[in-house]
């Protein structure tokens, strides 16, 4: 079965739970859970294991959706998203005008 082809990156490549599609750690979010709530981890220091996102709502609310925050952090039941979804939108700004779509 042939592969097909992707771009080479260079550097830490880690996958978005969202759209699953692989990027630069650099380019993705790090998220981590403190107290039951999820918490973006903008300098990639906090303690304990992490998921990483694009940081785009599109991505936020697809990974939402398949729950795959929980999943990928191995804790049991639903993480509250505010933090994250504030911190995305201070990101990006309350006029954003891409249909939707986001980055994936």
Request: aromatic residues 2%; contains cysteine; hydrophobic residues 40%.
């Amino acid at each position: 079965m042939a592969r097909r082809a992707e771009p080479v990156l260079t550097g830490p490549v880690r996958t978005c739970v969202g759209c699953r599609s692989r990027a630069a750690r650099s380019d993705l979010l790090r998220i981590v859970v403190v107290d039951g709530e999820l918490v973006p981890d903008v300098r990639r220091r906090m303690p304990g294991r992490g998921a990483h996102v694009h940081p785009d709502l599109a991505c936020l609310d697809l990974a939402e959706r398949r729950r795959a925050f929980p999943r990928a952090l191995r804790v049991p039941g639903p993480l509250g998203l505010e933090w994250v979804r504030a911190h995305v939108q201070r990101i990006h700004g309350p006029n954003r005008d891409d249909g939707g779509l986001g980055r994936c």
